[in-house]
């Protein structure tokens, strides 16, 4: 056969074939058109399991008359203009050819009208066939009726699950919108009969309910995290409620509900200790980072995203779920039980390495996990094991503190060392370049105090003062290198803010060594070098505590800011060696 471009309507449905693979796919699509039309109200009709009959009407902003046949026409969009725009997506669709690859496959109506349009109006597809334009008086918002999908594909339709299947599917989904969007009311109607009902007053875990039923989503814990680049919030299982599959798991990338086996690694992670082997969490995470930061156009149907910097973002991940579970845990579980799957799988060589365990503990914990049956057989389908941030640290028990200097930690493998001083640097430095954490966070001082200050430190000062602003300073200038100072952070409570200015002063003074390292962090590193407990002082069980757990959260807990370890790590291995036990686990 000589080479042909192929007629528009058969290259529709080949690509229909990526973008429709069974009735979900056309009601995900049709729900993530009403979403970006800003619809308030979104309600799904499916009779059939969607094989007769799937109908999403919204109250968005509508198609006009003029654009409605369009609209049906393959790579047009009205969210997209150029490549460029492309690097950034902030609409759910972008590709321009869910409703032409839909309408390729079904007998399809499109009925719309916009807000300030007297009537509506709508346009027929039947198998890729477009119709006349015609005018109905129809409400404000766009209506898409599919009809008898894959009636022109039979061999789609044998690959369809059961009824139920498919049927459980689109609740699935529609769900999982339900709660990425909770101020927008949701309905699914299945044969007529409501089987979601949601109320769009943005009330999260009266969708959780939905999804996991009434007494699982009141054990659900919410979690948070703001950080510099990205924001986390969601809800996770407590260690007693689990589940026998990784199912459970559910993520949003700014609104999108994506599939991404390293999230999902890096929520396993942080539960690793705490669930027998072959039991998993439950959760329902929401990312926002910034649009440049994330692919979305990995695969047709939008499900995968690809981020610019995937460490970052799975160590976020598994921090919030940590915190989430500390936070609701304060009193640390017995370590026999607890730890038990941790040292039991220790099969392989542990060193301790100079740079205290990092990369050669977190290839072995991959590789336990890799080991563990339910693990594979669950992944045996997808491509690679996802790489997890190295510099993470396991839950650890605090035993106490020593020589008013360290605490002693114990792990799922042996024992850590700490360094109060270097920790509490770490863990304020984070807070401080943390985002949303600040002005919440200063105190009013109850007088203000003036300070004379250095000439070079004034200078530092007056040309920085948004920044101390921001992280919970408020000075003024009073005088040549002189300010007034009304308020301080939150961590200097009881401190003399006359002595912390003038150490901070000092601090300020002295020459770096690295200019390249941008100002801010510069600042909050002297800040919190200045603020940070000494060695020396006794610290309560309370305060010992909440810096192991401020430490454990932190997105770099093996080191100050300057590069000192803030912890040693000694391995069960190296212990049982040391005491000349050498075991071979
Ligand atoms: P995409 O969503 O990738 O732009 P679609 O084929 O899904 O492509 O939709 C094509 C265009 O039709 C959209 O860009 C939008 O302008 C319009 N459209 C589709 N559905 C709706 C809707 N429910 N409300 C308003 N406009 C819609
Ligand atoms: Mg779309």
């Given at each position: 056969m000589p080479i042909q471009i192929l007629p528009d309507a058969v290259a529709s449905q080949i690509a229909a074939g990526e973008v429709v693979e069974r009735p979900a796919s056309v009601v995900k699509e049709l729900v993530e058109n009403a979403l970006d039309a800003g619809a308030s109200q979104i309600t799904v009709r499916v009779d059939g399991a969607g094989k007769r009959l799937i109908e999403v009407a919204d109250d968005g902003q509508g198609i006009s008359e003029e654009e409605l046949s369009l609209a049906v026409a393959r790579h047009a969009t009205s969210k997209l203009r150029t490549a460029h725009d492309l690097m950034a997506?902030?609409?759910?669709?972008?590709?321009?050819?869910?409703?032409?690859?839909?309408?390729?496959?079904?007998?399809?109506?499109?009925?719309?009208?916009?807000?300030?349009?007297?009537?509506?109006?709508?346009?027929?597809?039947?198998?890729?066939?477009?119709?006349?334009?015609?005018?109905?008086?129809?409400?404000?918002?766009?209506?898409?009726?599919?009809?008898?999908?894959?009636?022109?594909?039979?061999?789609?339709?044998?690959?369809?699950?059961?009824?139920?299947?498919?049927?459980?599917?689109?609740?699935?989904?529609?769900?999982?919108?339900?709660?990425?969007?909770?101020?927008?009311?949701?309905?699914?109607?299945?044969?007529?009969?409501?089987?979601?009902?949601?109320?769009?007053?943005?009330?999260?875990?009266?969708?959780?309910?939905?999804?996991?039923?009434?007494?699982?989503?009141?054990?659900?814990?919410?979690?948070?995290?703001?950080?510099?680049?990205?924001?986390?919030?969601?809800?996770?299982?407590?260690?007693?409620?689990?589940?026998?599959?990784?199912?459970?798991?559910?993520?949003?990338?700014?609104?999108?509900?994506?599939?991404?086996?390293?999230?999902?690694?890096?929520?396993l992670k942080a539960y690793q200790q705490y669930l027998p082997v072959g039991r998993y969490p439950l959760a329902v995470i929401f990312l926002t980072i910034d649009p440049q930061d994330v692919d979305v156009n990995v695969h047709p149907a939008k499900s995968e995203v690809r981020f610019r910097q995937s460490a970052p973002v799975f160590n976020a991940v598994q921090r919030a779920v940590r915190r989430g579970l500390l936070a609701y845990m304060p009193a640390p579980v017995s370590p026999q039980s607890t730890w038990q799957t941790g040292r039991g799988s220790g099969s392989a060589q542990r060193e301790l390495d100079p740079a205290w365990g990092m990369a050669a503990d977190a290839k072995v914990e991959t590789e336990t996990v890799q080991q563990s049956p339910q693990f594979r057989s669950d992944d045996s389908q997808l491509p690679s094991q996802p790489e997890l941030p190295a510099d993470d640290l396991p839950l650890l028990r605090l035993v106490g503190q020593v020589g008013a200097t360290y605490l002693v930690a114990e792990g799922p493998d042996g024992l850590y060392l700490i360094d109060q001083y270097t920790a509490h640097h770490r863990v304020l430095y984070e807070a401080l370049l943390a985002k949303g954490t600040r002005r919440a966070e200063a105190q009013s001082l109850l007088e203000p105090v003036v300070l004379q200050l250095s000439a070079q430190s004034a200078s530092m000062v007056e040309s920085n003062l948004g920044i101390f602003g921001e992280f919970g300073f408020k000075l003024e200038g009073f005088g040549p290198n002189t300010f007034r100072l009304y308020a301080v952070p939150a961590f200097l409570t009881g401190k003399d803010p006359l002595v912390f200015m003038q150490g901070l002063s000092e601090e300020l003074d002295k020459n770096d060594k690295d200019a390249t390292i941008n100002i801010k962090k510069k600042l909050a590193a002297k800040v919190s070098r200045q603020a940070a407990i000494k060695g020396g002082q006794v610290l309560s069980r309370e305060e010992q505590q909440a810096l192991l757990n401020n430490l454990v959260t932190c997105q770099s807990p093996r080191s100050s800011p300057d590069g000192r370890p803030t912890m040693i790590h000694l391995s069960v291995d190296l212990l049982d060696r040391q005491f000349g036990r050498r075991i071979q686990r």
């Open positions: 997506i902030e609409t759910l669709g972008f590709r321009g050819e869910a409703l032409a690859s839909i309408a390729s496959v079904s007998r399809f109506m499109l009925t719309s009208r916009k807000s300030d349009s007297e009537a509506g109006a709508k346009v027929t597809v039947d198998g890729g066939q477009t119709g006349k334009v015609e005018k109905t008086g129809v409400p404000v918002g766009t209506v898409v009726r599919v009809e008898d999908l894959f009636f022109n594909v039979p061999a789609r339709l044998k690959f369809l699950k059961s009824d139920a299947t498919e049927r459980g599917r689109i609740s699935a989904l529609v769900t999982r919108y339900a709660l990425a969007y909770p101020d927008v009311r949701f309905k699914l109607l299945l044969n007529g009969k409501p089987s979601l009902q949601t109320s769009g007053n943005s009330d999260h875990r009266e969708v959780l309910t939905h999804l996991m039923g009434l007494d699982v989503a009141r054990e659900m814990l919410a979690i948070q995290l703001k950080d510099l680049d990205i924001q986390i919030m969601g809800f996770i299982s407590p260690i007693t409620v689990t589940r026998g599959t990784r199912r459970e798991l559910t993520f949003f990338v700014n609104g999108r509900w994506v599939q991404d086996t390293a999230l999902s690694a890096a929520v």
